[in-house]
């Protein structure tokens, strides 16, 4: 395992124990294949990895197996408080049911966004994500990962890509499974989604003010986890010279 120091020196007598942990957050819109490349990058690097959209997904379908109530926050966020999350080798349990695949479901996609307004539920997301954290190297992949959840993280990247490649990309992914859709009707629920990202009020999609931008536009998978392969080791090496 890398390690690395985040504490400069302390000058006083009794010195706080360093963290020689190591945070990586990569951040960006929906289809810019964050997940599957935060995966491969983490594994590179030998760290945990946390895919916080599926956090999003295993509370939205908490609600949409409630059925809401969609009109009340409070309530909304009572049940995020209330379920348990884990994360363990890639798969997602809640309340210790595997719900990997069911929170992939187009109905609770459509749903998200009454979980991830509420910024209650945020709240919660983010101290699990942080509880998660704890003693570990991660890398960490979401929206607001650089920004809110770990303001402090050693290498934060944005990882970013035109619309049209996203929509492509998608596309290419969805025939792979059988499913036919065209560009056009990809490309409208994405700018929707995008616009819903970067305008909540609370953990909108934007890049922090010291994150990397990454454009992945015309690379292939393999090709952007060598990138970030080498930014992150380049940042490990400048923070423990
Ligand atoms: O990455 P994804 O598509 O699985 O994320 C699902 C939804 O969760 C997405 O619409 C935005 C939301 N989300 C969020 O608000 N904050 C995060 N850190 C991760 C995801």
Redesign the pocket.
């Given at each position: 395992m890398i390690q690395r120091s985040v504490h400069p020196p302390q000058p006083v007598e009794i010195t706080p124990p360093e963290s020689d942990l190591m945070i990586v957050t990569l951040?960006g819109p929906?289809g810019a294949g964050?997940?599957t490349i935060a995966r491969q990058l983490a594994d590179r690097l030998g760290f945990a990895f946390l895919?916080?959209?599926?956090?999003?997904?295993a509370v939205t379908l908490v609600a949409v197996r409630n059925r809401g109530p969609w009109d009340d926050p409070q309530a909304l966020a009572e049940l995020a408080r209330q379920c348990q999350i884990e994360m363990e080798g890639g798969r997602v349990h809640l309340n210790g049911e595997d719900v990997s695949e069911l929170i992939r479901l187009n109905e609770v996609?459509s749903h998200?966004?009454y979980l991830?307004d509420n910024w209650a539920v945020?709240e919660r997301?983010v101290a699990l994500q942080r509880a998660f954290a704890e003693g570990k190297d991660i890398v960490t992949?979401?929206?607001?990962?650089g920004t809110v959840?770990f303001p402090k993280a050693d290498c934060k990247i944005f990882l970013t890509a035109s619309p049209e490649e996203r929509a492509r990309r998608r596309v290419q992914e969805l025939q792979a499974r059988g499913e036919q859709v065209s560009v056009a009707e990809v490309l409208a629920l994405q700018n929707e989604?995008d616009r819903?990202?970067s305008t909540?009020k609370v953990?909108r999609l934007e890049p922090a003010p010291d994150a990397i931008d990454v454009c992945t536009d015309g690379m292939s998978p393999d090709e952007v986890v060598e990138q970030l392969v080498e930014i992150v080791r380049e940042r490990m090496q400048r923070t423990d010279g």
């Open positions: 951040d929906a964050k997940s895919d916080t959209g599926a956090m999003y997904r996609t998200i966004h991830a945020r997301m992949e979401g929206r607001d990962q959840a989604r819903r990202d909540r953990g």
